[in-house]
């Protein structure tokens, strides 16, 4: 089955979040099961570094009116399709945000023209690839189903992932006439409060939905997690999927990891030592045996971080240590900074994105913060399985369906792998700290839990093989 991915950011490429690993990981566990995914990206100037060699396949004219060339490149395991279209791509921000922060202010035309251009390749453009199936994740490749729904091509079958309904991908209603659609797709498809949602049309017009866990899958069919698509996605009924997403486990690997000082396994945890000791040093923590507490994250009212200065003092009086990576909301940044400021040797922080950081994070701490208000899967809690760091997390989304909480049952089996809480306020959370404090004083409890986590399948064996399965459910339909 040959498949056409379109995402806006591919790990090992170019990352803001875990869309980038889902994207990049997927291709290779589908391998497997016999799919071939040709992945289209926008020609970033991180992207047009990395790649060798990449071969002109395809000169668009006018995709709303640009013209763009599509070039073909192998990359780390991944077929690529790069849409080169530099007046709208070549940018010195990130992939959605200028250096000052602020969203580009073309990001409608920038994604159209993404997603104008999968159209036209799953409409066959391609002499050598003609997808059986097209992938697209999120309100940035939203579009392409919807060009596809309007064009007059052989219909293909389309998957939408949501990774996170908070981005809708809105825009003034006003530029409705400049995506190249007809005017009945505005009310047919687009139209959300007078504005256009990418991501709401993605959704009416794709054969079938998907979310990244089953959690999430059932919670954003109410009011609280919906953010206003409940009603939508209600109306997708058994066409909406929860899929748990995996983890690289060759990236991923604390036996294998060339990013940590001291590797090791679950047999050998005292080495993590080794990676501990680096720690301490990188983020000026004192060199005592307190458990040490981790965040990594993006620092915004979602991953509930703003709840971490009130819980501090539970964690410090507990004789805990806080490293915290991460950048986002300048108030949580700036309450954080405070904290590790006033908390010499007990808080550390660093200020920005550093994946080799975040390795040794998983290598030398103790447990890992998750506390988000919702997270529709959350990998952080997954590496910090695979690396024995037990994930304290809040009862949400992909989160409750991922770590089973230290509960007497749970201990009673040997099937504990973490300590969740709910609901998201200091008083819980704190409360979880206490309750991991006192796991951690055991230390026979202790390993066994880091151990039962290691043991989790958390990579992309099961989930591949299930995305495989729809895949084909959703061929078969069309046929
Ligand atoms: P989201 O996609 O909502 O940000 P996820 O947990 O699904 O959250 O994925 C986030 C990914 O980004 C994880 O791989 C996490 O470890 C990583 N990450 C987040 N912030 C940082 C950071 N400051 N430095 C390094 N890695 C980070």
Redesign the pocket.
Known sequence: MKVLSVASELYPLI?T???A?VAGALPIALAAHGVETKTLIPGYPAVMKAVKKPKKVYEFDSLLDERATLLSARHEGLDLLILDCPQLYERSGGPYLATDGRDYPDNWKRFAVLSKAGAEIAAGILTDFKPDLVHVHDWQSALVPVYMRYAEAPEVPSLITI??IAFQGQFAGSLFPYLDLPGHAFYEALEYWGTLSYLKSGIITSHAVSTVSPSYAEEILTPEFGMGLEGLIASRGSDLYGIVNGIDADVWNPSADELLPSVYSATTLKKRAGNRAALNERFGLDADDGPIFAV???LTW?KGLDLVPEVLDEILDGGGKLAI???GDSFIEAALQGAAAYNRGRVGMVL????K??HLMQAGSDIILVPSRFEP????QL?ALRYGCIPLVARTGGLADTIIDANEAALAAGVATGVQFAPVTADAFRYAIRRTLRLHSDKPLWSQMQKQGMKSDVSWNRSGATYADLYQRLVSKGQ
Do not use: A, F
């Not at 920005?352 to 994946?355: A, C």
């Open positions: 990352k979040g875990g869309l690993d990774h996170n990594i994250s993006r979602q990576l991460g950048s920005g994105y550093d994946e950081l975040s899967c959350g990998l952080t590496y």
